[in-house]
């Protein structure tokens, strides 16, 4: 009788197939959706804060919402894939966030703009791991590191749609306009996820809901491969996805590591990425100049997120990350420290941006190799979560520093500081790998 292996075989040692390349494309149309949904807000910040005339602090707050609602997501709705599929919970998950995008265009307070931006986050947290999860499970071993950077990279491609979308129609049309263009069309890709996308294989094996062998043998249809009389039989019950189980003794230390690079990362990640715009604006340049510097920077994140994938079956992901890490922490310091023309300010952020967000974005490829499919949306669910908390974090301090006088010298120079810990906690990390667990 065909066994598990043999149904999944193709998929991690053979070539891509159109239909493997298809699904990773639609996951990738939906992170940069994702990347769009997320730093819309970045970009309509100096607005928002001119006509409502918002201080500092509650500008932190409204920067952090959107994180606070991906932290939740990505704790309590993302390991539910591992129970009731990945594909539904993409399905609920783009329909929260549409909902929520265009919903956020006709608030008028401070306080139902939060209440938005937390709905937002809950579906994009959702629905990350539920991506990644899907992209390393239709992923030949050989491209799978490169495929989930492929991934990743949609989600700068969109912030940087974002600002270019932003910066001509924000003055014309209001700060609304990008909320509305962000909501209609990830509420489009529900549509597009029900007619092309189908379940995970991995999930379908090991959880065996009520259709799994229609579904499966589709799956096998579009692999090219002949359908199949029954599933094969289990080695024992599936065990449950649990947060327990990804913190017992063989995946303890692995997963506490995952989770410390994670939130070490994300913390000096998105304080770049929520309050460059406005930093620039700060220091005296116009709005426009503020948009292309936060542009810029996710554009050196998009080219470094890809390299870091191409060159890591070659010198090793791990080793790449820590470099990435490393490096980051030194354009940190730079920023700080040099008194920089337009021009140079332009170069620091597309550095900032390579060497965080490539980094930041390898720890996906990791966390795909650490747990088996059974746990894998929970394990990587828990360690975006706990990365949004360091998200929600960086961008409060840096709000409230700013709040109380700090130069921006200083604020730099201390959020370095957790990039040299996320490349500490990588490095280890690294000592207690384990391959990948298809099933």
């Not at 952090?64 to 894939?81: D, N, R, T, V």
């Not at 129970?83 to 783009?94: A, E, P, Q």
């Not at 550095?351 to 965080?356: C, E, K, R, V, Y």
């Not at 669910?381 to 998200?391: F, P, S, T």
């Amino acid at each position: 009788m065909m066994q598990a292996s043999d149904f999944i075989k193709s998929i991690n040692q053979g070539k891509m197939t159109s239909m493997q390349l298809g699904i990773i494309a639609i996951c990738w149309l939906i992170n940069m959706l994702d990347g769009f949904d997320v730093l819309a807000i970045a970009y309509a910040a100096p607005t928002i804060t001119e006509e409502w005339q918002l201080a500092p602090e509650k500008l932190g707050l409204v920067l952090s919402a959107g994180l606070a609602g991906m932290a939740l997501g990505a704790l309590f709705i993302a390991p539910l894939a591992d129970r009731v599929g990945r594909r539904k919970v993409i399905l609920w998950c783009l329909a929260i966030i549409g909902t929520a995008m265009v919903v956020t265009a006709m608030v008028n307070s401070f306080l139902l703009l939060l209440l938005a931006r937390v709905v937002t986050g809950l579906g994009v947290g959702g629905l990350l791991a539920s991506l990644n999860t899907m992209v390393a499970e239709y992923s030949s071993d050989r491209r799978r590191n490169f495929a989930i950077s492929f991934l990743q990279s949609g989600y700068p491609i969109g912030a940087l749609a974002g600002g270019l979308i932003a910066a001509p129609l924000i003055p014309a049309f209001g700060w609304q306009v990008v909320f509305i263009v962000g909501g209609l069309s990830t509420l489009v890709m529900v549509a597009v996820v029900l007619l092309y996308m189908p379940e995970s294989l991995h999930y379908l094996l090991a959880q065996r809901p009520a259709n799994a062998l229609q579904q499966v043998n589709q799956i096998l249809s579009r692999l090219g491969h002949s359908a199949v009389a029954e599933l094969p039989v289990l080695q024992g019950k599936t065990p449950q996805a649990s947060i327990a189980k990804i913190l017992s003794a063989s995946l303890k230390t692995k997963t506490l590591l995952l989770w410390l690079s994670f939130f070490m990362s994300m913390l000096t990640l998105y304080f770049l990425l929520l309050w460059t715009p406005q930093i620039i604006v700060n220091a005296g340049l116009p709005k426009d100049q503020g948009i292309l510097v936060g542009a810029t920077l996710n554009a050196g994140g998009l080219l470094g997120m890809l390299l870091l994938g191409y060159f890591s079956e070659r010198f090793g992901l791990h080793r790449l990350i820590i470099g990435f890490f490393l490096l980051a922490a030194v354009s940190m310091v730079a920023f700080a420290l040099i008194d920089a023309s337009a021009m140079v300010l332009l170069f620091l952020a597309f550095a900032l941006g390579f060497f965080t967000i490539g980094g930041m974005i390898g720890l996906y490829s990791v966390a795909a190799e650490l747990y088996p499919t059974t746990l894998r949306n929970t394990g990587l669910g828990w360690g975006i979560g706990i990365g949004r908390l360091g998200a929600i974090l960086g961008p409060n301090v840096a709000g409230v520093l700013m709040g109380i006088g700090w130069e921006q010298a200083d604020y730099f120079l201390l959020l370095a500081l957790p990039l040299v810990f996320a490349m500490i906690s990588t490095y280890a990390l690294n000592r207690t790998r384990v391959e990948l667990q298809p099933v």
